[in-house]
């Protein structure tokens, strides 16, 4: 090969990385890092919320904590926390996935959901359930962590793996007692709720 054909190749390859890169991943990047929360107005009727979107989602404590444990169990190569556009998937037509439906709430993930979070666990498949509003779903820190260390309580049909190896065993009791890792995980899965009401004046169409 020639030096003239190999910088041809070399252009040519640097182009076919330079392109998608600029449009899928800095593109995006730059037109939500300037993302500033909206403030809701009197005819949004969200009672206690100053904007949309809220500046912190560490509502139970150390969520911060339990996102490393999520991710260090590997939680996200089963289960995903992005709730599809309807052309893309049946994820609004699921049992929660989407929100609070009964209220009214229920709808498709935005990139601002993850505003405030240092990491996105969009997750890489389906195979368990979407955990976007699972802080909805599974309401109690008790069903919580039952769901951790027995899934099949929930589901007979559950092929989720027993985490007991987050809990300890008690010596007087027998009962599974939850270690500060499972206390972490189960206030970061509660902490997962992103169906927050979206401003008339921040919403888009489509």
Same mark, same amino acid.
């Given at each position: 090969?020639?030096?003239?054909?190999?910088?041809?190749?070399?252009? &040519?390859? %640097?182009? @076919?990385?330079?392109?998608?890169?600029?449009?899928?991943?800095? =593109? #995006?990047?730059?037109?939500?890092?300037?993302?500033?929360?909206?403030?809701?107005?009197?005819?949004?009727?969200?009672?206690?919320?100053?904007?949309?979107?809220?500046?912190?989602?560490?509502?139970?404590?150390?969520?911060?904590?339990?996102?490393?444990?999520?991710?260090?169990? &590997?939680? %996200?190569? @089963?289960?995903?926390?992005?709730?599809?556009?309807?052309?893309? =998937? #049946?994820?609004?037509?699921?049992?929660?996935?989407?929100?609070?439906?009964?209220?009214?709430l229920s709808r498709?993930?935005?990139?601002?959901?993850?505003?405030?979070?240092?990491?996105?666990?969009?997750?890489?498949?389906?195979?368990?359930?979407?955990?976007?509003?699972?802080?909805h779903r599974i309401?109690?820190?008790?069903?919580?962590?039952?769901?951790?260390?027995?899934?099949?309580?929930?589901?007979?049909?559950?092929?989720?793996?027993?985490?007991?190896?987050?809990?300890?065993?008690?010596?007087?009791?027998?009962?599974?007692?939850?270690?500060?890792?499972?206390?972490?995980?189960?206030?970061?899965?509660?902490?997962?709720?992103?169906?927050?009401?979206?401003?008339?004046?921040?919403?888009?169409?489509?």
């Amino acid at each position: 090969m020639s030096t003239h054909h190999f910088w041809k190749l070399i252009g &040519g390859l %640097a182009i @076919c990385f330079a392109l998608p890169w600029t449009f899928l991943i800095m =593109g #995006p990047y730059f037109s939500e890092a300037s993302t500033k929360p909206v403030p809701y107005s009197e005819k949004d009727e969200v009672e206690g919320l100053a904007a949309y979107p809220e500046r912190s989602t560490l509502r139970y404590g150390s969520s911060d904590y339990g996102a490393k444990i999520y991710a260090a169990e &590997g939680c %996200a190569y @089963c289960h995903t926390q992005m709730v599809r556009p309807t052309y893309a =998937g #049946p994820d609004m037509w699921r049992d929660g996935w989407g929100g609070r439906d009964a209220e009214g709430l229920s709808r498709e993930t935005r990139p601002e959901d993850y505003f405030g979070e240092s990491f996105a666990y969009l997750g890489y498949q389906r195979l368990g359930q979407d955990l976007s509003n699972v802080g909805h779903r599974i309401t109690t820190r008790e069903a919580m962590h039952r769901h951790l260390y027995d899934p099949k309580s929930f589901d007979g049909d559950s092929g989720m793996p027993k985490y007991l190896h987050l809990y300890e065993k008690d010596k007087v009791t027998g009962e599974y007692v939850p270690t500060a890792k499972a206390e972490a995980l189960v206030d970061y899965l509660m902490s997962r709720k992103k169906d927050a009401k979206i401003p008339e004046a921040d919403k888009r169409n489509g």
